[in-house]
């Protein structure tokens, strides 16, 4: 099993920034995707952005040149820094992790974004 904790999040005014946090533990494995995924209300859990365990990144075009995802080895964490924020962004963010042909969640942190 793999835990993931995720920190950050709350409310914020549109332009504002952002910084999401997620920590990994347990049985972790070195080959691995980490990303985040949102959900607002009424809509599909949508993929946010992700990194591989070699560092290949994916952007959804929504959040392109916006947010930045990073994340560090050692500490098996990471983060989404989340720039230009608009009420559109404004949703559940969850933490992911696919590793061994499965799928780990995190519980979401909120994300509100004031117009």
């Known amino acids: 099993q793999v835990q993931l904790v995720e920190s950050g999040g709350g409310l914020v005014q549109a332009g504002g920034s952002l910084r999401l946090s997620c920590a990994a533990s347990?049985?972790?494995?070195?080959?691995?995707?980490m990303g985040w995924y949102r959900q607002a209300p009424g809509k599909q859990r949508e993929l946010v952005a992700r990194i591989s365990s070699g560092g290949n990144t994916y952007y959804a075009d929504s959040v392109m040149g916006r947010f930045t995802i990073s994340r560090d080895y050692a500490e098996n964490t990471v983060s989404l820094q989340m720039s230009s924020l608009k009420p559109e962004d404004t949703a559940v963010y969850y933490c992911?992790?696919?590793?061994?042909?499965?799928?780990?969640w995190g519980q979401g942190t909120q994300v509100t974004v004031s117009s």
């Open positions: 347990g049985n972790i494995f070195s080959t691995n995707v």
């Open positions: 992911n992790r696919y590793q061994d042909w499965r799928d780990y």
